[in-house]
């Protein structure tokens, strides 16, 4: 180190965020770091002109009146607003962004220096309150809504810009965020503040072009001239700056309320400035509605019917969008009971009518009729589209009947239509024989119906066809239970990024409508203001995590959403202070007033509604059971998931096939589900189990029952259940080799004690010795079952796990160390068998004792499982 060149020392001194340690390893180390060209290559280096005298000033004790010449002549950037801010704040004025000491470190004597190089630069220096540069440009954003004559001069901003060098000083500077507004209200400015070493960020781009658009406080002649001479003076001036579709989809719904913004946006349309066509936007836009709550809302009307009419589509996701917007409109006044004929109802229908003809949407179909019922969104009043259908469109009785057929077999595989399957078969009881025939035939599911274990991929984006989860985001779909576009729910596709409503932003995988609401968590429309903490005070916390994004080099036109431009803009400027930008996320949440969730505000699980009305142990509960199981779902079903008081009896029944499909899938089980077995439900193979023989035969059995004949193991009287425990079932089949003989335990014994005489006594002694070894005899309950199953499924994921790590292995090169992820099911299986097995031990030993062996398995001939003890080691003798 001794030997190393001063040029070398110094690149070293550049890369160390505090050199004060190094410097005192030498006293030659030591004399170069007092070199004040040393020092002012430091600050140079290390934070670029821009920023270098704001960090420089930070270090009082290494400025000296020869390092602030040096840092001058070689191209440091001082601006008279930085000079401003630098005497406001060593003289104890207020510098609302500036918290610790900075300048005050500096010696009176180079701070001095500092004021008189700046007066020979820029000459007389404001120094009142509110006359700094940044101020100026503050009250022009202020005014930025109001005509052009109440704004700021032209020729006052280009002085300051131009002739006192202004441009934000450090990252920590409010203007660093409000700068590029005021290229947006002043696109003429740009040339100077690049001269002056301002560079227009990408991520700028949104923030700017939204204030271009915005609606003006008070309308004025001409506004429609000066967004489109903005506009093409900033995209010609910078390449990089050009409207997104984002911003675009933005003005578009406020095309009723601010006409100016959105006539300049055709405008620029027509002329060809933008880098897509607006009517693929407004199509696009359109479509977004049929999976949003804000398809039925009031305020969205005006919206949807003057894009529409503009840009009239022949899409059928945009016709079923423009009808049901009609029909969902207002239905407050119609009758909640099906099949009934009221003035209001007539109106309704003769108003929608009215509607759909001058839209140029006629004539309705029956298919627009039950795109509009299936849809997710649908009122409960629903009445008036039925209606619609019967006196419009003439279909009759039979084309009704036919109609609400496919509608209930259609919400079946949407899961928040339980109030309208509820309100359908509540008015035609016929539909419920519709719905459990269609439920048996068509929607049960085996293993075959899986994907292939080898296939991790398929298995991670398997989903089942009923008892999707559409509020909570899962890993293998579309997240918040997205749907395709006409609003029935979809397949995801694994290419697909997981992006929430809008496409703003990463899914966060809510519970709660205040978080999911927000469709724009990561959407980083403008740079986020800087921080109002502390100015650090020494170099040893760097802030290029602050510095402007890199530019990627691709062109990204921008994500459509339903944001509106004003609610952007607003969102923008009241987003709080974060000193790093990740930290923006935090507070980007708000209320659903935009109705922008994918799920009605007041809606019933089908699942739910199915176990209502078939019962816990039902064919159709057990297939609902069992997709609702394979998309981890399973608290649809599961009444008491949440409760404090557990009662397994009033449960649908859990079985091992569940647990094998997840095997299948690598997904763990729900803990609902856990939770059963430990509270003592019965073991069931499958739901054929326990299946009654009525609900077989209702429905056709050959449909339910497999064409192997399993007896289900079930306690007999004398055997110690756990509390909580359903009763046994009395209905007990025999098995292959007939009746199995009773317990010796509780076989009649013929007594020879003589009554009255003294060997009674010593019978009743007998009796209490044969009860207590009755009492301590090994028996096997449910939760000693479940454990036995559930123990030789987690053996089959062990060899498969252990084969896939020799494929693997195998399939590496030598010397290679592979890491074999463990699958959700394997890990979560290991864990909850623990804590069974400890729920097993706690029970046996409360009804026991604490001397009763740890397992207790009873080894019968109907167990489908047997285990074997593990054999001794043996020592073999070699012969002399």
């Known amino acids: 180190m001794e030997r190393l060149c001063g040029e070398i020392i110094q690149i070293i001194l550049n890369y160390l965020d505090d050199p004060t340690h190094f410097r005192l390893v030498s006293r030659r180390y030591y004399a170069i ?56 704040h060593y003289f104890r004025a207020q510098v609302h962004f500036i918290k610790s000491r900075w300048v005050r470190s500096v010696p009176l004597p180079v701070f001095t220096h500092f004021m008189m190089v700046a007066s020979r630069m820029y000459g007389d220096i404001p120094t009142g309150k509110g006359d700094d540069d940044g101020a100026i440009f503050s009250a022009l954003l202020k005014t930025s809504r109001l005509p052009t004559e109440s704004r700021g001069k032209w020729e006052t901003l280009k002085e300051v810009v131009e002739k006192y060098k202004f441009i934000p000083f ?10 590029p507004l005021v290229l947006a209200v002043e696109p003429r400015l740009l040339p100077y503040a690049r001269a002056n070493g301002f560079v227009m ?3 700028y781009r949104n923030f700017v072009f939204r204030k271009m658009f915005e609606k003006p406080a008070v309308q004025f002649d001409g506004r429609v001239d000066e967004v489109v001479k903005n506009v093409r003076e900033l995209t010609s001036l910078d390449p990089n700056m050009f409207v997104t579709r984002t911003v675009a989809a933005e003005v578009c719904m406020e095309a009723h309320i601010n006409e100016p913004g959105y006539t300049a946006l055709k405008i620029l349309d027509k002329e060809g400035m933008l880098r897509f066509s607006l009517a693929l936007v407004v199509e696009e836009l359109l479509k977004t509605f049929i999976n949003t709550r804000s398809i039925g809302m009031p305020q969205t009307q005006p919206v949807l019917r003057k894009l529409y009419e503009d840009f009239p589509s022949g899409d059928t996701t945009v016709r079923t969008v423009m009808i049901s917007s009609i029909f969902f409109a207002d239905t407050s006044h119609l009758p909640v009971i099906l099949n009934a004929t009221t003035v209001h109802l007539l109106d309704y229908v003769n108003n929608c009518n009215e509607k759909v003809k001058e839209l140029g949407l006629a004539p309705v179909t029956r298919k627009d009729l039950f795109e509009m019922l299936v849809n997710k969104f649908t009122p409960e009043k629903f009445t008036g589209i039925l209606e619609y259908g019967e006196s419009v469109l003439c279909l009759g009785a039979q084309g009704m009947k036919e109609l609400k057929k496919d509608v209930v077999i259609a919400c079946l595989e949407i899961g928040c239509k339980g109030k309208m399957l509820k309100q359908l078969v509540e008015a035609d009881s016929s539909l419920r024989d519709v719905i459990e025939t269609h439920v048996v035939q068509n929607l049960r599911l085996n293993l075959d119906d899986l994907p292939l274990p080898e296939d991790e991929e398929a298995c991670q984006h398997y989903e089942a066809r009923l008892c999707r989860d559409f509020v909570a985001c899962r890993r293998y779909r579309y997240p918040l239970g997205a749907a395709d576009d006409r609003g029935r729910p979809g397949v995801a596709d694994p290419n697909q990024p997981v992006l929430l409503e809008g496409g703003n932003g990463p899914a966060l995988g809510a519970n709660a409508d205040q978080i999911m609401a927000d469709g724009n968590v990561a959407h980083h429309m403008g740079p986020t203001p800087p921080a109002e903490d502390d100015v650090m005070e020494s170099d040893e916390e760097s802030d290029e995590e602050d510095g402007p994004d890199a530019e990627d080099g691709a062109e990204e036109l921008g994500q459509i959403g339903q944001d509106t431009l004003t609610a952007m803009i607003r969102k923008d400027e009241l987003a709080p202070a974060a000193r790093r930008r990740r930290f923006y996320d935090m507070f980007a949440t708000y209320t659903d007033h935009m109705g922008k969730l994918t799920y009605p505000a007041e809606y019933m699980q089908v699942g739910r509604w199915v176990q209502n009305v078939f019962g816990s142990q039902h064919p159709v509960t057990a297939i609902f059971m069992l997709h609702a199981v394979v998309n981890e779902n399973a608290h649809i079903l599961q009444n008491s998931l949440y409760s404090d008081q557990l009662i397994p009896s009033g449960r649908i029944p859990v079985t091992l096939k569940h647990f094998k499909m997840l095997a299948r899938l690598g997904r763990p089980p729900n803990l609902a589900l856990v939770d059963d077995i430990e509270a003592g439900i019965e073991f069931y193979f499958d739901e054929d189990d326990y299946l009654v023989d009525e609900g077989k035969n209702a429905v056709g059995s050959s449909n339910l029952s497999h064409t192997r004949n399993r007896t289900v193991k079930v306690e007999t009287e004398g055997t110690p259940r756990p509390s909580g425990s359903p009763e046994a079932s009395s209905s007990q089949e025999k098995g292959p080799r007939g009746r199995k ?37 090994r028996c096997e309950t449910n939760l000693q079952r479940w454990i036995k199953h559930l123990s030789v499924l987690l053996k089959e994921e062990q060899k498969k796990y252990k084969e896939k790590k020799k494929r693997e292995q195998a399939a590496a090169e030598p010397g290679a160390k592979i890491r074999v992820l463990k699958s959700e099911f394997f ?23 604490m001397d009763v062996p740890s397992e207790d398995y009873s080894e019968g001939e109907e167990d489908e499982y047997q285990y074997r003890t593990t054999r001794s080691k043996r020592y073999k003798v070699q012969q002399n």
């Open 33 to 88: 770091t007092q070199d004040p060209y040393v020092r002012s290559s430091y600050f140079l280096a290390r934070y670029g002109r821009t920023q270098a005298f704001y960090y420089a000033l930070n270090r009082g004790k290494l400025m000296n009146e020869e390092v602030i010449d040096i840092m001058i002549s070689s191209g440091a950037h001082l601006s008279r607003y930085l000079a401003q801010c630098a005497i406001h």
């Open 170 to 179: 450090c990252m920590k500077d409010p203007m660093m965020s409000q700068f």
């Open 201 to 203: 960020d990408g991520k």
């Open 827 to 849: 890990k979560s299986l290991s864990t909850n068998l623990s804590r069974l097995r400890k729920a097993d031990r706690e029970k046996r030993q409360q009804l026991y004792g």
């Open 741 to 777: 003989r009773p317990r010796r335990s509780t076989a009649m014994v013929k007594s020879y004690v003589i009554p009255g005489s003294d060997d009674e006594s010593i019978a009743e002694g007998r009796n209490d010795i044969e009860n207590e070894f009755a009492k301590k005899r």
